[in-house]
């Protein structure tokens, strides 16, 4: 396509767009009495508007009906989590059994570790991409160190090369061949969540499977952005977090994978929990843990309804959406535009004022692109908030803008670009 940079041009794109009335079922946030320019879906998903209906449907059944309300009412809370799966497996290209929601992204990286990390005097490393979300980096620490190794020996963190941002599938790939004696497993994001890149993860679960390393990812930036097929990818494990594109709110449950191979596995340890027990069986209460069939064995404690229920609002506007084919088709071209619109700044200019970071490639991104600002880049950054351009800011320079394909349209996108350039001099 051919992109003008016209408000004209940004409203026809607009007037075109099939998904353009899932706007509507979102809340966004206002500025000066007008809908603000949301980019930040990367860090927080906008409000579904049908949230509230979910969640007072679920303070009504515990009004009502209190501790009943596990066994009866429209939705049993005990089989809650069961509604969940159909549009989850959706996102993430997994068989039903394969997934479930619980606790939250960090504390399921942690629980997966346990399973999954099994180090051996041998065989002890764990390869991931340098740079990765400080969560990530910080439990992988400890868990080495659990371990008895040393975070600086047991680690490979992987960077790009000198003077490039994003990390090469090849060079991926030959790391993980020169360190197969000794890995013990591949942790990788899906995407990553400074500069935005997508990284190909069925040819990363096949090289850490060639090495004899599992192959696991943290999904944070990836499920509900870019499609998504787990089983076949062989991915090991994966878990992500619900609050960034998945638009269930602040905090919100998180899910994990754990891929059917893995099933009848009984080598395999966990931490165990009584919501882990078969289902059929766990109101026995008897002594010895028996655990449910799939990733549900790996459930620790009582579902988080309220959660649950926000969680599930969030999730069926996906459905209603048809999953994420079109979303991902609006989605390339809604940061095409942001991308076409940052160059032209640039171009202009004569200087790239603005460096984009994450790749041009759309299929090694997602929505975000990460933008490196040459100079001023916090007062650029703190002018796009002073005007209602919520996007933002990682140091030392960059910042980030992610264009969602069911709340922002090509106008926001338009608006954005223009005030990034305005900032240029009212920040100067
Ligand atoms: C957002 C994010 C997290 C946050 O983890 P919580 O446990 O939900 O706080 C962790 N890892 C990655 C890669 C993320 O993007």
């Known amino acids: 396509m051919i992109y003008q940079d016209t408000l004209k041009f940004a409203e026809s794109l607009d007037a075109q767009d099939e998904l353009k009335a899932f706007r509507n079922e979102f809340l966004i946030p206002q500025h000066d009495g007008k809908d603000a320019v949301y980019l930040c879906g990367n860090s927080l998903g906008l409000q579904p508007v049908s949230a509230h209906k979910y969640l007072t449907t679920q303070l009504n059944s515990w009004k009502d009906l209190a501790v009943e309300g596990w066994f009866q009412g429209e939705n049993p809370w005990l089989s809650f989590h069961q509604q969940l799966k159909k549009p989850l497996t959706d996102l993430t290209g997994a068989r039903s059994e394969e997934i479930t929601v619980m606790n939250s992204l960090t504390v399921n990286l942690h629980l ?7 180090p051996t005097n041998k065989r002890y490393k764990i390869l991931m991409e340098g740079g990765a979300f400080p969560s990530d980096q910080y439990a992988v620490e400890s868990q080495v160190a659990f371990h ?3 975070p600086g020996k047991a680690i490979i963190e992987l960077y790009p090369r000198e003077g490039e941002y994003a990390l090469r599938t090849d060079d ?15 942790l990788f994001g ?3 969540y ?3 890149q997508l990284f190909d993860m069925a040819a990363i679960a096949k090289a850490a499977h060639n090495a004899g390393a599992y192959a696991g990812f943290d ?9 998504l097929k787990l089983h076949e990818w062989d991915a090991d494990f994966a878990c992500w977090c619900s609050y960034k594109y998945m638009n269930s709110g602040p905090g919100g449950i998180s899910g994990i994978f754990v891929h059917e191979k893995h099933f009848d596995n009984p080598q395999l340890q966990r931490f165990a929990g009584w919501w882990g027990y078969r289902a059929d069986k766990r109101f026995l209460m008897a002594p010895g843990f028996d655990p449910a069939r799939g990733a549900e064995g790996w459930q620790v404690s009582t579902s988080p309804i309220l959660l649950m229920a926000v969680h599930k609002a969030a999730l069926d506007v996906f459905e209603k959406a048809g999953g994420l084919d079109k979303l991902r088709d609006k ?3 809604l940061t095409a535009y942001l991308e076409h619109l940052v160059q032209q700044i640039n171009r202009k200019h004569g200087e790239q004022l603005f460096m984009i970071i994450t790749p041009a490639n759309p299929d090694e991104r997602g929505c975000q692109l990460s933008i490196v600002c040459k100079r001023d880049g916090k007062a650029i950054f703190n002018y796009l908030g002073q005007n209602g351009v919520i996007g933002d800011w990682r140091e030392p320079d960059v910042i980030r803008l992610s264009p969602v394909p069911l709340y922002n349209s090509f106008k ?6 223009r005030h990034l350039e305005d900032a240029l001099v009212g920040s100067g």
């Open 190 to 192: 899906g995407v990553n």
């Open 112 to 118: 997966m570790f346990v399973s999954f990390y099994k």
């Open 219 to 227: 999904l944070a930036h990836a499920v509900g952005n870019v499609p």
């Open 194 to 196: 400074y500069t935005g």
């Open 148 to 150: 008895g190794f040393e």
């Open 331 to 333: 989605s390339i071209l």
């Open 412 to 417: 926001d996108v338009y608006e954005a670009a």
């Open 172 to 186: 991926i790939i030959s790391a993980i061949e020169q360190n197969a004696q000794e890995l013990a497993l591949v």
